[in-house]
C-alpha cells in the first residue's frame, strides 16, 4: 500500500505531533508500506535525517483557517496532494495547514482521505493579560468553528485519540458523532515498549543524581506545559529526600522564566532539589523514565500526552492535572495544580506500595491498549476497510 502522511510537523522538529507521523511513517515502512510524508520546509532537514526509506517532501507553507488562512507555497502543495500516487492519505490535526490547505482540493483527490485529530479548540477562549484579551484572535476563529462540520464531511475517516467527547481539546468528537458518527473511529497513540526494556544506562550516575527519589517532568519548556506550576507544587513539598528533574527541548525564555522563580522559592524552601535540562538525546530521555519513581505532568491542555503513556510504559506513577483524556489513563493520580498536586507528591513519595500499584496498572495498559504495535494494527486495519481508489 502507498500511504501519503501530511503533516506540519515532522523530525528534525519535536513534539508530539511530529513524534507520531515519524512512528508511523516508519512503522508502516516496517510493514511493507510505501510512505511518503509531505510536510513544512525545515532548513536544518536533510536527506540523512529522514527514517529510512520514507520520502520527506517540504513544502514552504504556513498558517492555517482557523488564523488568518494559509501562506506559502499553497498551491504548490495543492497540486502534489492532488498528483502524487497513493492508496489513502493521513492528515494531520485541524487548525493546521496540512489539512487545512487541503480542503478546496480533496474532492478532487481520488481515493480515500483521512484526518487524525490531535485535538480542537478554536472553540475556545484562550485569555491572555493584555487588551483584548485573545477576544479578537478568538472571534477570527469562530467562522472555522462553524465550517468544522463541512470539513469533517470532505474525509472519509475521522480518527480520534479518545471517545470522550467534551467543551474542550474533544469538542471535534462531540461534533462527528452528530454529524457524521459513521466515519468516526478511535485509535490511541501508543509507546514503543520495546525501548523500556532496553539498557539504556544509569540516568543518576550521567547527571549526578543520587540514590533519592527521583520526580521526572518531559515536556518543552512552555506556558502550555507550565512548568512553572509544577515548580512550585514540588518546591512546595520542602522535602531533602527527592529532587525533581525537568527535561525540555531547546533552552528558552521559558525556561529562563523558571529558573529565576526557583531562585526565589529556594530562600523559602531551601531543601527542595531541582536540576533543568535541555537537548538530551532520547535514549537518555528513556533512561530517565527509568530511573524515575514518579513522573508529574501540570499541563494547561492536553489531547493525550506521550510523556504519560511513556512512564506508564516504564512502569512509573504518574501526577497529571485533568488535561484531554488523562482520566482514562490507569496508573497515576489527577489532580489540580497547588495544594492537592503537593499532597499527592508527599503520598506517592510516602507510600511505595501504592507507587508500585499504580506502576504495575499504567504498565499493563500499554502492554494490552497502548502499544504502538497494537496502534498500527489498528490504522491497516481501518485502511484495509476503506473504499479502493475510482
Same mark, same amino acid.
Given at each position: 500500500?502507498? #500511504?501519503l ?18 512512528t ?25 535525517? !529522514?527514517?529510512?526509506?520514507? &520520502? ?5 507553507? &504556513? ?24 492508496d ?7 487548525? +493546521?495547514?496540512? $489539512? %487545512? ?10 481515493g ?9 479548540d ?18 477570527? !476563529? ?17 480518527i ?5 467527547? +467534551?467543551?474542550?481539546?474533544f ?15 478511535? #485509535? ?9 526494556k532496553?539498557d ?5 550516575k ?6 533519592e ?17 509544577t515548580?512550585r507544587?514540588?518546591m512546595?513539598?520542602?522535602?531533602? %529526600? ?11 525564555d ?6 529565576r ?9 531551601p ?14 530521555? =528513556?533512561? $530517565?523514565?527509568?530511573? $524515575? ?9 492536553e ?46 513519595? %510516602?507510600?511505595?506500595a ?6 504495575a496498572q499504567g ?6 491498549? =497502548? ?5 498500527l %494494527? ?5 485502511f484495509?476497510?476503506?473504499p479502493?481508489?475510482?
Open positions: 500500500m502507498k #500511504i502522511i501530511a503533516t506540519s510537523s515532522f523530525p528534525p522538529q519535536v513534539g508530539g505531533v511530529a513524534e507520531v507521523a515519524r508511523q511513517a516508519t512503522g508502516f515502512v516496517a510493514r511493507g508500506h510505501q510512505v511518503t510524508v509531505a510536510t513544512g520546509h525545515d532548513p536544518t532537514r536533510t536527506d540523512a535525517q !529522514s527514517p529510512p526509506g520514507v &520520502t520527506v517532501r517540504q513544502f514552504q507553507v &504556513t498558517g492555517s483557517l482557523a488564523s488568518g488562512g494559509c501562506r506559502g507555497a499553497v498551491a504548490a502543495y495543492q497540486e502534489f496532494l492532488v498528483r502524487e500516487p497513493a489513502v492519505i493521513l492528515f494531520h490535526c485541524w487548525q +493546521d495547514w496540512a $489539512a %487545512d490547505a487541503a480542503q478546496p482540493v480533496l474532492a478532487r483527490r481520488p480515500p482521505k483521512v484526518l487524525l485529530s490531535h485535538g480542537f478554536a472553540q475556545v477562549w484562550k485569555r491572555v493579560p493584555r487588551f483584548p484579551w485573545g477576544l479578537g484572535v478568538w472571534w477570527r !476563529s469562530q467562522p472555522y468553528v462553524r465550517r468544522l462540520p463541512q470539513m469533517m464531511r470532505a474525509f472519509d475517516r475521522l480520534f485519540l479518545s471517545g470522550q467527547a +467534551d467543551a474542550g481539546r469538542y471535534d468528537v462531540g461534533v462527528a458523532r452528530r454529524v457524521c458518527p459513521e466515519r468516526l473511529a478511535v #485509535i490511541p497513540n501508543g509507546v514503543h515498549l520495546a525501548e523500556f532496553r539504556h544506562g544509569d540516568f543518576r550521567t547527571h549526578g543524581l543520587g540514590p527519589p527521583l520526580l521526572l517532568n518531559v515536556a518543552n519548556y512552555c506556558e502550555r506545559k507550565n512548568q512553572l506550576a515548580l507544587d514540588f512546595a513539598t520542602n522535602r531533602e %529526600d527527592a529532587r525533581l528533574v525537568f527535561i525540555g527541548g531547546e533552552f528558552n521559558y525556561q529562563r522564566e523558571l529558573m522563580e526557583h531562585g526565589k522559592l529556594q530562600r523559602q524552601f531543601k527542595a532539589r531541582v536540576r533543568c535540562l535541555e537537548k538530551i538525546p532520547k535514549p537518555q530521555i =528513556y533512561a $530517565a523514565y527509568q530511573a $524515575a519513581d514518579a513522573f508529574m505532568l501540570g499541563a494547561k491542555y489531547t493525550q500526552p506521550l510523556a504519560i503513556l511513556d512512564a506508564m510504559a516504564a512502569g512509573v506513577p504518574f501526577i497529571s492535572t485533568d488535561t484531554g483524556c488523562v482520566r482514562e489513563f490507569p496508573g497515576g493520580l489527577v489532580v489540580p495544580s497547588g495544594d492537592a498536586t503537593t499532597h499527592a507528591i508527599h503520598r506517592l513519595l %510516602d507510600e511505595p501504592l507507587r508500585q500499584q499504580l506502576g504498565r499493563a495498559a500499554c502492554e494490552t491498549k =497502548y502499544d504502538w504495535e497494537r496502534v %494494527d489498528a490504522y491497516e486495519r481501518l484495509g476497510e476503506l479502493p481508489a475510482r
